[in-house]
């Protein structure tokens, strides 16, 4: 890095040390940039964190990797092992007097409980999802969209069930089916063995063999300018002088740091995200009293059981397992955390009675942020914002709302290497005198 009156100028700093902010520091410092990555907590990691917990790795919530993100993972240094979990073995449904109904997969399609013309429109719809042009789907909410194509109500259920788990979002009225689509075509998830605790140490040890200088307790405070000449102030009092700032921080947080604002229409678009939260019970068990039943989804409720001990290995003690049971929050109805955590181990009662006598420890997690964005159905996958920060030259974001590719961690991951690649040619750009800053 530059001295300048002894105050080093850094190529760039990061603001935030979870996913996104390891993963563009590994590409810039890799490219011979000077980086500082500052987070306000006490580890780097975010909300990829795993705790130990009865001596089992459990992540805050269920967690689950698509297969899609490991070529990037694997480009920065990080190859996680994991298994693949076996498809959820029940579906639960709303039976009489409003109780759960469960009813096995196979059954779904052997049995009666669907009728032959509810199975050929779920099959339809199943085989026919690789074909789908979802270019023309961004602006189609989920609902909409469904709504055309099947018209029993059940399966639309089965299929809201399986959108969930695979999005995290419980709002088939907001949500573009171009993205949700694009989202169920991914291939398959892993459960990662070690928690998810495993990509955020090798991450930060690769940051970290790159020469990225990691700051942890630092909040900023404050991004002042623009590209060359930017001013990132922390709660401390110190400032720092870097050339470029990426801000992994999510969309308010980052908006609430600018000096000056952003322009209206770029405030608004980061101010209409709707963010996507759930409910979490994490249980370390010793056994459960029904082995078996690995993996329950409510079709008819917004709720989740897996063992996630079945595909990854989270303990030395093999008889401690990690279970999560989770509710996703809907973004139209507030939820209470003292209902939600009801309705969680009533829903586990059902599953698994007398589970509470299998309890080593628990956690329940209420509101957890799970996105900063639902990909809403008006814009899609390509109306989010992009890295690159509208009239503010040096100025970057990354994260799970950011970019036109994926949700979830592959937003984060493929966010943050555009940034950083944006970074990158904008320094051989300014090499040759052409660059002006975005
Ligand atoms: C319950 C739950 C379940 C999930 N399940 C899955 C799943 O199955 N699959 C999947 O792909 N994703 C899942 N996710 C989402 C995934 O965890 C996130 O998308 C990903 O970890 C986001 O990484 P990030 O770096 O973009 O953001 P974050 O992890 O939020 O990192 C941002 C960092 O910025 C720091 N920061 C913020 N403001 C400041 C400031 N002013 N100064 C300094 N530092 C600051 C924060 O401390 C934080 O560390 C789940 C999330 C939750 C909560």
Redesign the pocket.
């Known amino acids: 890095m530059i001295q300048n009156h002894n105050k080093p100028i850094w190529d760039v700093v990061i ?8 993963t563009a520091s590994i590409y810039l410092a890799r490219a011979g940039q000077t980086v500082l990555l ?4 006490k580890h ?5 964190i795993s705790t130990e917990i009865a001596a089992a790795r459990v ?8 297969k899609s ?1 490991l070529p990037i993972l694997k480009e920065v240094g990080v190859t996680p092992t994991g298994s693949v979990p076996k498809p959820p073995g029940t579906l639960v449904f709303e039976g009489t007097n409003s109780g759960y109904r469960a009813i096995p997969l196979a059954q779904l399609l052997l049995g009666s409980f669907l009728k032959w013309g509810e199975k050929c429109q779920l099959l339809r719809f199943y085989s026919s999802l690789r074909k789908v042009d979802t270019s023309v789907l961004h602006n189609v909410s989920l609902q909409t969209y469904l709504e055309t194509l099947v018209s029993s109500p059940r399966v639309r259920s089965v299929v809201f069930g399986l959108v969930r788990l695979s999005t ?1 979002c419980d709002a088939p009225d907001q949500v573009s089916a171009g993205a949700v689509i694009e989202q169920l075509k991914q291939d398959q ?1 892993l459960y990662i063995d070690g928690g ?1 605790q495993f990509l955020v140490s090798r991450l930060t040890e690769q940051a970290q063999q790159a020469g990225v200088s990691i700051r942890t307790s ?4 404050e991004i002042v300018g623009g590209y060359p000449q930017m001013m990132v102030s922390l709660k401390d009092g110190s400032q720092l002088t870097t050339r470029h700032v990426i801000s ?3 969309p308010m ?1 980052t908006l609430a ?1 600018l000096n000056p604002a952003l322009t209206p229409m770029e405030v608004e678009a980061y101010k209409k995200l709707t963010p996507v939260r ?1 409910a ?1 019970l994490d249980l370390v068990v010793t056994g459960m009293p029904q082995p078996k039943t690995k993996f329950v989804l409510g079709a008819d409720y917004p709720l989740y059981y897996s063992n996630h001990s079945a595909a990854a290995s989270l303990s030395e003690n093999p008889a401690n397992e990690v279970v999560h049971v ?1 509710k996703y929050l809907s973004a139209s109805i507030h939820s209470d955390p003292t209902q939600d955590e009801h309705e969680l181990k009533g829903f586990l009662d059902f599953i698994q009675p007398a589970w509470r006598e299998h309890v080593v420890q628990q956690r329940f ?1 209420p509101r ?4 900063h964005g639902i990909v809403a159905a008006n814009g899609g996958l390509p109306g989010r914002p992009g890295p690159a920060v509208k009239g503010r030259p040096g100025l970057y974001v ?3 709302w950011v970019g036109a590719e994926g ?6 991951l493929a966010s ?1 290497k555009e940034a950083a690649q944006m970074i990158i040619a904008g320094r051989e750009k300014d090499k040759e005198g052409m660059y002006h800053g975005a």
């Open positions: 603001v935030g040390a979870g996913i996104a902010g390891l500052l987070d306000k907590g780097p990691g975010g909300r990829a992540n805050l919530g269920a967690h689950a990797l698509s993100a995290y998830v998810w630092s909040v900023v405070r992994t921080a999510g947080d740091l759930a979490c989770m997690l957890m942020l799970v996105s990354a994260g799970d949700m979830l961690i592959n937003a984060s943050a």
